[in-house]
């Protein structure tokens, strides 16, 4: 084989030497057949390499003050490789990768490069020693204030991995644009994103000139094509002449990307003959796809690179902007926040679980936190992952009821006002609810009234509620009904609280020391009360008397209730023509005991667990007087209805 030489005198003037490079170069592409780009296969993320899954996200915790809670978040491994992941600290305040999964981004179809021109890659890095060199670049400063987005995990360049499309020999390059998109809610930005530059790297630029436009869009619509972008923003810069390569760019270019929106930021090299431009293209995996447009090379709309087999090519394309961002939190800047463990290994096709402890203490009800807990991987499609985690505090309410019993004894045309208090012994606002008879089937009481119905009341705090007694138009005797005061209080949701009502015409509770007459309505003797007389109820009237002495005999004529329970009675008694109710039961009577002649609609007297001394004579009563059992003790004879409630001689003497 024979060996081929070139000599070139090179005693020219710059442009005149760069255009001599530019066919020096394409003899040497002619000469040397550029290689084939390694790993060409189609599809995300790369094969061979782990993939990335958290769940549950986001984290939360709903829990009481000063407590501790562990939740767990499983770590899981999709793919092909160890993953290694650790919780991520070293926080960089300027340069921001994406914090979540990115945002999809549908494209138009493509059937891969055809045309005239033919993506060929820079052939000054084509030979052996230059190609897969990796050059790391030294970003711009940001400015105060602002961050730079970047789809990047490396800020390098690495050689022999762009393309350009190009004409014969490659003596000129036909029109091509490098395109990334981002969506900076992908970011942590909250609100508009102001755009300020854009940066992109440079494996090389060599020829007379160029000038490279530098264009900001948003995505109006699906999917990513020109006819879907409007333009917000556009600048350009010129290169040559000359040689460039393995560097870093910077361009001023300003845009306002609206909230919810997605940025498209474009580079195009113009159609240009002797100068040929190749965007860098960096090493380690990429956080959302690299787009090519060259409609001499078949992509006539933006095209992923992976779709045409050129997944090598991942752009170097930073931007610049200030904003308002949410991003990772330090464990060190979240006491109420701790991990079990800050890194780990996990197999393909495996989980992990991380245990995440929420720690209430010194909080309060309705005290709130939240953070991003981050991640950082080998995954190259997500190499920073933010699980958003909240700590909600949340009290208990506890109930207490005071008093436990509400009681009246009232005389008609009385009325009475208690005092409910509603008191909150918890750490959370109660709210309660009274309702009358029941919770689960209230019904109104007639003769109760509650001043408020329903309420809140905050942690330490009480309510009085005002409940009314009126026995208008009641019965004489004993009226109950409860309320029933429901909470959100979860250890006592509900607490009943007895109401009791007595009530009479006239009651009597001390000493009375004259006979006592009952012309009409129902008199009651409650206990302590003591009659220093007779005691006679008249035809229509009543008498209720429980734990009084009566000091003289004690006679009821047609009265419509006689009740007659727990009193000592010195003297006579005699209970006749009872037309409504009649009761004698547990007295002390020291005399004798008649019981005559009362007709009783609903129910017969009782007369039970007496103690009589003298005898009991029972006759035309209907019906007939009952007991429970014989028990009355008689100390005399029990006569006539009557003979079968003493209680047995052995027991009476």
Avoid at 75 to 97: F, K, M, R, T
Avoid at 407 to 426: D, K, P
Avoid at 453 to 476: I, K, M, N, Q, Y
Wanted: aromatic share 4%.
């Amino acid at each position: 084989m024979t060996r081929r030489s070139l000599t070139l005198s090179l005693r020219r003037r710059p442009t005149q030497l760069a255009a001599t490079a530019v066919v020096v170069a394409a003899l040497v592409a002619t000469l040397n057949p550029v290689p084939a780009f390694a790993g060409s296969e189609r599809g995300h993320p790369p094969s061979g390499t782990p993939q990335l899954g958290v769940e549950p996200i986001p984290l939360t915790s709903q829990q009481l003050p000063d407590t501790q809670v562990t939740q767990e978040l499983t770590i899981d491994n999709q793919g092909e490789a160890p993953l290694e992941w650790s919780v991520y600290q070293d926080v960089d305040p300027d340069l921001w990768l994406p914090i979540r999964p990115t945002t999809p981004v549908e494209t138009v179809p493509t059937t891969g490069p055809s045309g005239p021109g033919k993506l060929k890659p820079f052939v000054v890095h084509s030979g052996r020693g230059q190609r897969d060199k990796e050059v790391e670049l030294k970003l711009p400063p940001v400015p105060p204030g602002q961050i730079m987005l970047t789809h990047s995990p490396r800020q390098a360049v690495v050689a022999g991995r762009s393309v350009s499309c190009q004409g014969l020999l490659g003596l000129w390059e036909y029109e091509t644009s490098y395109l990334r998109h981002f969506t900076p809610a992908d970011f942590g930005v909250v609100g508009d994103l102001q755009v300020s530059s854009v940066s992109f790297g440079v494996e090389g630029f060599l020829g007379l000139s160029t000038t490279l436009h530098i264009n900001l869009y948003t995505l109006t619509d699906a999917p990513l094509r020109y006819a879907n972008l409007h333009r917000i923003g556009t600048a350009s810069t010129r290169l040559g002449p000359g040689l460039n390569r393995m560097g870093m760019i910077e361009v001023p270019v300003t845009g306002t990307v609206p909230a919810g929106s997605t940025l498209v930021v474009e580079v195009r090299a113009p159609a240009n003959v002797l100068s040929t431009f190749f965007l860098g293209t960096h090493p380690d995996g990429q956080t959302a796809d690299s787009y090519l447009w060259a409609p001499k090379c078949g992509l006539r709309e933006p095209t992923p690179t992976h779709q045409i087999g050129l997944p090598q090519l991942q752009f170097l394309i930073n931007v610049t902007g200030a904003a308002t961002v949410t991003g990772c939190d330090p464990l060190d800047r979240t006491p109420w926040l701790r991990v079990g463990q800050t890194s780990g290994t996990v197999a393909p096709g495996e989980a992990q679980s991380l245990p995440v402890t929420f720690d209430s203490a010194g909080l309060v009800d309705g005290d709130s936190r939240t953070a991003h807990l981050c991640l950082a991987s080998n995954d190259p499609r997500q190499p920073r992952l933010a699980v958003p985690v909240q700590l909600d505090v949340v009290g208990v309410p506890a109930i207490e009821v005071t008093p436990q019993t509400l009681a009246s004894q009232l005389e008609t045309g009385q009325v009475e006002e208690h005092t409910l208090t509603v008191g909150n012994l918890g750490s959370a606002t109660l709210d309660w609810q009274i309702h009358e008879t029941s919770c689960s089937q209230p019904e109104d009481v007639p003769w109760l009234a509650v001043s408020q119905t329903a309420g809140s009341t905050g942690a330490g705090e009480s309510h009085a509620v005002v409940v009314t007694v009126d026995p208008t138009g009641l019965p004489a005797g004993d009226h109950t009904t409860v309320l029933c005061v429901a909470s959100n209080d979860p250890e006592q949701p509900r607490v009943t609280v007895p109401v009791e009502l007595f009530t009479c015409d006239r009651i009597i509770t001390g000493r009375h020391a004259e006979e006592l007459t009952v012309t009409e309505g129902v008199t009651c003797l409650l206990p302590g009360a003591q009659v220093q007389g007779a005691v006679n109820v008249l035809d229509g009237a009543g008498l209720i008397a429980r734990g009084a002495t009566v000091i003289g005999p004690l006679a009821t004529f047609g009265a419509t209730v006689v009740e007659l329970t727990g009193n000592q009675l010195t003297g006579p008694v005699s209970i006749r023509g009872t037309t409504g109710r009649a009761v004698m039961s547990g007295n002390l009577v020291v005399g004798s005991v008649v019981v005559v002649n009362n007709l009783l609609p609903e129910q017969a007297v009782v007369v039970s667990h007496n103690e009589i001394i003298g005898s009991l004579f029972c006759t035309g009563n209907q019906p007939a007087p009952i007991a429970e059992s014989p028990n009355t003790l008689v100390g005399g004879l029990a006569l006539d209805q009557c003979a079968g409630l003493a209680a047995p001689t052995d027991q009476s003497t």
